[in-house]
């Protein structure tokens, strides 16, 4: 009987030893930076290398994922929760010299941060999926869609089959070229943005249940031919409150929808400017075309709605802030 049993337990041990062993290796996902809000009517000159490199050259690629804020903070967040996980950074540009306020990226400075963003993604291969933070209203001399340009090198680096993401600021100006490029785009729904971590958690979400196979990216795009000031957006009022509310309920009826709306940033002197929706579902086209045909039709209705509304001219504003102060209303905004 024991010799039985010893022979049993040997047998078994070989058996496992033959068994093949999964990998131990985390899944690699990338991330990567390159925001620009550009006002290409603003003075000054185009921005140049100088402008990204006034603090350091670039941002190394563990510097950015040290942001513990914003889209960069969310999606590091959402990753740490998954054990086979490994979260790299890759060099970026860092913020521009006066923000918005400056004027067209140059294309001199757009290769030059690209190659540095493609030179280290390129030594880091190979990766399982890949972020990009991106605001949206770039503007680059030469290159029409500056973001979708970005998710196609990408791309060619990558592969067909490593799931993109992209996350943006709701005053972006983009179209279907994007996600020709890339999978997927989660874009801000609140004016302030203090929703961007929660985009940057989505899109590590959806990287990761991408590449398990538990997510079929099916999108669709349209682009309702409305542009509004960037002053009228404000999603603390209508019509723009009520058109968030309309994207925040269709994804709460439909599971695996995600209902992202671009107000566009009007100061820019780009072929797609002006409001966009992307609709992504779990491989389901009738839905996201069903969606994404109702959210654009719905911004069309409303759309005289954005014309409401009287602001002061900078001298009357000037006034009546000195005024607030000096009776004590304060803080004046």
Known sequence: MNRCYAVLCCSLALFTLALPVASAEPHKLAVISYM?????????????????????????????????????????????????VRVIGINSPDEVYGGSSRSWESRKSFEHFMSIITDDLKADMPVDGVYLALHGAMAVRDIPRPEAEIARRIRHIVGPDVPIAGSFDLHGNEDEQFLRWANAAFVTKRYPHYDAALQGERSARFLYRSLKGLYTATTATRK?????????????????????????????????????????????????VGATVHVMTNNDQALADAIAD????????????????????????????????????????
């Not at 509004?228 to 925040?248: K, Y």
């Not at 709306?261 to 072929?271: H, I, K, L, Q």
């Open 36 to 84: 620009q809000e550009t006002c290409t009517f603003c003075p000054g000159g185009d921005t140049q290398i100088e402008d990204r490199a006034w603090r350091v050259p670039y941002v190394k690629g563990d510097d950015l994922i040290d942001r513990e804020r914003g889209f960069i903070g969310g999606f590091v967040h959402a990753a740490s929760e998954y054990p086979d």
């Open 224 to 272: 309702p031919p409305v542009i509004t000031a960037s002053v009228l957006q404000w999603t603390g009022q209508s019509p723009s409150m009520e058109i968030m509310e309309r994207a925040r309920r269709w994804e709460a009826r439909e599971l695996d929808a995600f209902v992202s709306v671009f107000y566009g940033f009007p100061w820019s002197d780009v072929p797609d």
């Open 294 to 333: 109702d959210m654009s039709e719905f911004i069309w209705r409303v759309r005289e709605s954005f014309a409401n509304g009287a602001f002061p001219m900078p001298k009357v504003a000037a006034k009546r802030s000195l005024e607030a102060i000096a009776q004590g209303a304060t803080p004046v905004v």
